[in-house]
């Protein structure tokens, strides 16, 4: 049953889509990260969404929470497994098994300052367990091959936007009677 639901929502969105491509782009409701305390932020988002983040201990944090290079990797395997589930649902393949792992390797030194290379990470890998009754191999890793194609985190990855940063300067008199 929940397997119908999800196909025809997205056949409902492709539908609505095909029809107004227009109504396809717009812009995602902004999300705040504030700092705590130490390294540890708290983010959130317009619909309410919380999240928090902390570094580990070997750079200063206090490891209590994920810090964001796993919230990264988290949104590539979330992201990717979803796009498989919503493909196999729109196919009619009941999956039972679906997980996908996600590896990073990464220079530290970069983090630090130490090294003139830019901070990002070196690579990324996913690996994509899947399982349905009744579909071929093939079809299995078809499936799996259009997610990874298909997911919007993954391919942002892949074909990074361009990325502007505003600095707003608060001076700490104006920052205090705002808290206070």
Known sequence: MEQARIRESLERASDALAKNPAMARGTA????????????????GAGGETVCTDMPKM??????????????????????????????ARL???????????VSDTDNRRLLGLDDAAASVLAVRLRVRIGAHGASD?????????????????CTMRMPPAISTEVEILRQEFSDKMRG
């Open 29 to 44: 409701a902004p999300l705040t990260a504030r700092l705590i305390d130490g390294l540890r932020l708290e983010v959130k």
């Open 59 to 88: 750079v200063g944090g206090e490891g209590s929470a994920p810090n964001p290079g796993w919230l990264m990797r988290a949104s590539l395997a979330a992201c990717t497994a979803s796009v498989i589930a919503m493909r196999a």
């Open 92 to 102: 009619g393949v009941r999956l039972t098994l679906l997980e996908v792992d996600a």
């Open 138 to 154: 093939d079809a299995l890793r078809e499936i799996a091959a259009w997610g990874d194609a298909h997911s919007p985190v993954a």
